[in-house]
């Protein structure tokens, strides 16, 4: 298992920009993919994007690509998700997640599905004001 914890949500105004920060423990290997996650109030949870801790792999959701960026630093132990040019429509709670299967996918359509990770943080809000 990986326990994951986020930090950096806040409430800011639209067009800024926020970074969000994800820290893994509890297993010393880098095989498994991390993903954002965001779920607004009364939808559905939704993915962001992710990154190959140990790989180059990445993808967005297509809905921030050019606006988001998913990036590591492995000397920290820490993924961080970038934000820019932020829309009140981003406002929700960020999830990190790891997906554990220890398989990589050629496409995001693994990714995407919330099934597909089995630890999850306890998410860190991010509101947007216009």
């Known amino acids: 298992q990986v326990h994951l914890t986020e930090s950096g949500g806040t409430s800011v105004q639209a067009g800024d920009s926020l970074s969000l920060s994800c820290v893994p423990s509890?297993?010393?290997?880098?095989?498994?993919?991390l993903g954002w996650f965001r779920q607004a109030p009364e939808k559905e949870r939704e993915f962001v994007g992710g990154?190959?801790?140990?790989?180059?792999?990445?993808y967005y959701n297509p809905s921030v690509k050019g606006r988001f960026t998913i990036s590591r630093d492995n000397a920290k132990n820490t993924v961080y998700l970038q934000m820019s040019a932020l829309k009140p429509e981003d406002t929700a709670v960020y999830y990190c997640?790891?997906?554990?299967?220890?398989?990589?996918?050629?496409?995001?359509?693994?990714?995407?599905?919330?099934?597909?990770?089995?630890?999850w943080g306890q998410g860190t809000q991010v509101t947007v004001s216009s």
């Open positions: 509890g297993r010393t290997d880098s095989n498994y993919f």
């Open positions: 990154i190959g801790w140990g790989g180059s792999i990445s």
């Open positions: 997640a790891a997906d554990l299967s220890g398989t990589w996918f050629t496409d995001d359509r693994h990714y995407r599905r919330p099934s597909s990770y089995a630890s």
